[in-house]
C-alpha cells in the first residue's frame, strides 16, 4: 500500500498536485482542509469549532484533527493507499498517525515535501482568493499567521519523517506539469 503525507506551507500546490497522484496511483484523497470545509459548510459541531481556529489561521487541535481523519480512513476498503494532504500539522499528529496506521499494518511510505519561497506562496493565496471563495486566502494578515503558523509547528514534522527517512523534498516552483513529474519521478 503507498501511503503519502503530502506536505507544503500553505499555497504551495498541495491540492492541485493531490488530484494528480491520486488520478496515477489510485490513491484515496484525505485533506482535512476539505473535512474541517465541508463541516464548516454543514454546520456541524466540529465544523463550527474548526471554523473559530481556522478563521484566526491558527491550527484546529491536534485531538479533534486526528479523531476526524482515523474514522475518514476506516470509511474505505482494501484501498491502494492514501494521500494525506494537510496532515499531520504537528509532531504529536504524525506520531498519532504511526501509531494508528502501524497498527493497521500500513505505515506511511513516504513524505513529499513541496518547497516554495514565501513571496511565491503570498502571490499564490492572494490569486487563489479571486478564484476559490475562500477567505482565508484573502486577507494578507491571515496569510502571513497562516505561514508563520507552519513554520512554528508544522515544518517540524518533515524532521520527523527525515529521522525515518521518508522525507523527500520536492522544488515547488515551475509549471504545474514540471512539479507533477518530479513528483512521479520520486515515487516511482
Given at each position: 500500500?503507498?501511503n503519502?503525507?503530502?506536505?507544503g506551507?500553505?499555497?504551495?500546490?498541495k491540492?492541485?498536485?493531490?488530484?494528480?497522484l491520486?488520478t496515477?496511483?489510485g490513491?484515496?484523497?484525505?485533506?482535512t482542509?476539505?473535512?474541517?470545509?465541508?463541516?464548516?459548510?454543514g454546520?456541524?459541531?466540529?465544523g463550527?469549532?474548526?471554523?473559530?481556529?481556522?478563521?484566526?489561521?491558527?491550527?484546529?487541535?491536534?485531538?479533534v484533527?486526528?479523531?476526524?481523519l482515523?474514522s475518514?480512513?476506516?470509511?474505505?476498503?482494501?484501498?491502494k493507499?492514501f494521500?494525506?494532504?494537510?496532515f499531520?500539522?504537528?509532531?504529536?499528529?504524525?506520531?498519532?498517525?504511526?501509531?494508528?496506521?502501524?497498527?493497521?499494518n500500513t505505515?506511511?511510505?513516504?513524505?513529499?515535501?513541496?518547497?516554495?519561497?514565501?513571496?511565491?506562496?503570498?502571490?499564490?493565496?492572494l490569486?487563489?482568493a479571486?478564484?476559490?471563495?475562500?477567505?482565508d486566502?484573502?486577507?494578507?494578515k491571515?496569510?502571513?499567521?497562516?505561514?508563520?503558523?507552519?513554520?512554528?509547528?508544522?515544518?517540524?514534522?518533515?524532521?520527523?519523517?527525515?529521522?525515518?527517512?521518508k522525507?523527500?523534498?520536492?522544488?515547488?516552483v515551475?509549471?504545474?506539469?514540471?512539479?507533477?513529474?518530479?513528483?512521479y519521478?520520486?515515487i516511482g
Open positions: 500500500m503507498l503519502v503525507v503530502l506536505f506551507p500553505p499555497g504551495a500546490g491540492g492541485t498536485q493531490s488530484e494528480r491520486i496515477k496511483y490513491l484515496v484523497h484525505l485533506s482542509g476539505d473535512i474541517f470545509r465541508a463541516n464548516i459548510k454546520q456541524t459541531a466540529l463550527q469549532l474548526a471554523k473559530s481556529y481556522i478563521d484566526k489561521g491558527a491550527l484546529v487541535p491536534d485531538e484533527t486526528i479523531g476526524l482515523t475518514e480512513v476506516e470509511k474505505h476498503e482494501d484501498p493507499g494521500i494525506f494532504d494537510g499531520p500539522r504537528t509532531t504529536a499528529q504524525a506520531e498519532a498517525l504511526d501509531k494508528y496506521l502501524d497498527a493497521r505505515p506511511i511510505t513516504m513524505m513529499l515535501s513541496l518547497v516554495v519561497p514565501e513571496d511565491e506562496l503570498k502571490t499564490r493565496l490569486e487563489r479571486k478564484t476559490s471563495g475562500r477567505t486566502d484573502a486577507d494578507p491571515i496569510i502571513e499567521n497562516r505561514i508563520a503558523t507552519y513554520h512554528k509547528e508544522t515544518a517540524p514534522v518533515a524532521n520527523f519523517y527525515g529521522a525515518q527517512d522525507l523527500h523534498t520536492i522544488d515547488g515551475g509549471s504545474i506539469d514540471s512539479i507533477t513529474e518530479r513528483l519521478a520520486v
